[in-house]
């Protein structure tokens, strides 16, 4: 198992990740955005049209940072593989109500109802603490 009761610990807080990808001239783009854990994964919920998707399309391997902020949680990243699925909606419900009150996170899915959502899985292979 890659992520030990530690590192599981910070990953099921409602926190914010940031995820790094590389772009088409190999620099990093690091993206602040919200997650949910499942099982071994990280799952993200984005719009179908963003850079990230775009980037995770042309090249998989990334990075999660979580935690690490002074006097909070231990830090960790977490190298690894980004894949694209059609569970947008489903993630965006899960991560939403993770974060927000019922009834902010009511309000925000209601307002995202239409939304061309797509998910981003992240299956790490690597746990670095930092």
Not at 9 to 14: E, F, I, S, T
Not at 30 to 43: A, H, S, V
């Amino acid at each position: 198992m890659i992520l030990d009761d530690k590192v599981r610990a910070v990953l099921q807080q409602p926190v914010l990740a940031r995820i790094a990808l590389i772009d088409a001239n190999g620099y990093p783009m690091i993206i602040p955005i919200w997650f949910k854990l499942e099982g071994d994964e990280i799952c993200f919920m984005s719009d179908r049209d963003t850079a990230k998707v775009r980037l995770v399309q042309a090249n998989s391997k990334g990075a999660v940072t979580v935690g690490g902020e002074i006097g909070g949680l231990a830090g960790y990243t977490l190298k690894g593989e980004f894949s694209v699925e059609e569970t947008g909606h489903y993630w965006m419900e899960q991560i939403t109500r993770h974060y927000e009150t019922k009834e902010r996170a009511d309000q925000l899915l209601t307002e995202w109802a239409n939304d061309d959502v797509v998910a981003l899985r992240f299956t790490p292979n690597k746990v670095i603490k930092v």
